[in-house]
Each structure stands twice: as structure tokens, then as C-alpha cells.
């Protein structure tokens, strides 16, 4: 099973920006970013399929957030901008081999330790 590790959480101003990163023990075709905030359940924010490099986003957050991969690396980002107190979560990277695309968190068999994102108005 592949082991994912996220950074690059923390506290920000609304309006500012933050870069979170996944690093991953292996190639996985189906990779995603979702976050939990307190009381709420899991969402999904920001997918991708790493072989042909199709994207979705959440609508909550299109034009703001940004994934992105570095295949050589093995490594996910999702780059945040515009930040709203709304925003703020335990961001998980997750991963499969079979559910690109899916906003279903419980499709997904591999998962991160999640970094807190916090913003602040």
C-alpha cells in the first residue's frame, strides 16, 4: 500500500495563500486532496488521474485552489489561493488505483496523517 505524507499546512490571513504537498511511496494512478472541519464531514476539494493529468475541483473552491502533480517526484500539491475562513479543515491527501475522479472519500484506500490549514478573517 502506498504511503502518503502531507505538508505545508498552517495558519493564514483570508485572502493569502498556502502550498500543501503530498509525497507518495509509490506511482498511483488516482489521487486526491479532502478536508474535515470540525463537526462536518469529509469533503472532497481537488482530484486528479497522475497518468493522463485530468483535474477536477470542488466548486467551493474553483478558481481559487489548484492541483498539480510532479510525476519524477511522486509528489502532489495543491496550491491555495484567495483563502476564506471557510477554508479551514485537516487537509488529507488520499489515493487508489481504480477511483479517479470519484469525490466519494470512501473510495479511496490510501491516506495521509492530514495538516491543518487555518484562516483566519
Known amino acids: 500500500q502506498v504511503q502518503l505524507v502531507e505538508s505545508g499546512g498552517g495558519s493564514v490571513q483570508a485572502g493569502g495563500s498556502l502550498r500543501l504537498s503530498c509525497a507518495a511511496s509509490g506511482y498511483i494512478y488516482c489521487m486526491g486532496w479532502f478536508r474535515q472541519a470540525p463537526g462536518k464531514e469529509r469533503e472532497g476539494v481537488a482530484l486528479i488521474n497522475t497518468d493522463g493529468g485530468r483535474t477536477w475541483h470542488a466548486d467551493s473552491v474553483k478558481g481559487r485552489f489548484t492541483i498539480s502533480q510532479d510525476k519524477a517526484k511522486n509528489t502532489l500539491y495543491l496550491q491555495m489561493n484567495s483563502l476564506k475562513p471557510e477554508d479551514t479543515a485537516k487537509y488529507y491527501c488520499?489515493?487508489?488505483?481504480?477511483?479517479?475522479?470519484?469525490?466519494?472519500?470512501?473510495?479511496?484506500?490510501?491516506w495521509g496523517q492530514g495538516t491543518q490549514v487555518t484562516v483566519s478573517s
Open positions: 488520499a489515493a487508489d488505483s481504480r477511483s479517479c475522479g470519484s469525490w466519494y472519500w470512501g473510495n479511496y484506500k490510501a
